[in-house]
């Protein structure tokens, strides 16, 4: 029997791309043909890029990388999902309360579109990084440098400036 090609979708905010993220996308692409990111348009609490912004920074990190996408969406993710094809949904899980998170949204995603979730483990590395407590500790002008791509880093400090100068 032939193995089914399976695309799947790793939705999220991205609010910035973190080394986290990209430890997810680099292991959950090698368990699917074809991998979307999906890059959630709806409105976030303290969101520091637009979401066409986070949408060019992961492009330029993954212009190399095949058998990935990247695209923004609005609404629900499952509708997303069902307009692009996809047979799964990819999602990482750093901690317990990740878990009980992940655990509700997967049930009710089935629930509502018959669509199964694949979750990875965060690394023993990236498991405290969010993309939340970057925002917070580089406004304060903590160095989240090694958490971080180059380019997300750079991009950071501009936006970072700009807000002070404009404050
Ligand atoms: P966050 O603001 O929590 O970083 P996102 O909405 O961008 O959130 O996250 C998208 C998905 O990526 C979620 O399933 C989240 O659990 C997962 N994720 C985020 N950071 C990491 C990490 N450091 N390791 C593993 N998974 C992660």
Redesign the pocket.
């Known amino acids: 029997m032939q193995k089914k090609y399976v695309r799947a979708m790793f ?5 910035p791309i ?1 080394n ?2 990209l ?2 996308i680099g292991r959950g692409r090698l368990l699917f043909d074809e991998l979307i990111i999906a890059v959630g348009k709806s409105p976030i609490k303290n969101a520091l890029f637009a979401p066409e912004e986070r949408v060019e920074m992961i492009k330029e990190i993954l212009a190399d990388t095949p058998r990935v996408q990247v695209e923004t969406f609005d609404g629900l993710m499952v509708d997303f999902a069902r307009r692009k094809k996809a047979d799964v949904i990819l ?4 901690s317990l309360t ?1 878990f009980q998170y ?1 655990f509700s949204l997967a049930m009710t995603n089935r629930a509502v579109a018959g669509i199964d979730t694949v979750f990875i483990m ?1 690394s023993a590395e ?2 405290f ?4 407590l970057i925002r917070e500790v580089a406004s304060l002008g903590g160095d989240v440098s090694n958490l971080i791509p180059k380019i997300v880093y750079h991009r950071l400090m501009e936006r970072f400036a700009k807000l002070k100068k404009n404050s």
């Open positions: 939705p999220g905010s991205f609010d973190t986290g993220h430890d997810v999602r990482g899980i750093r990740d992940e965060a990236y498991g990084t969010s993309s939340t």
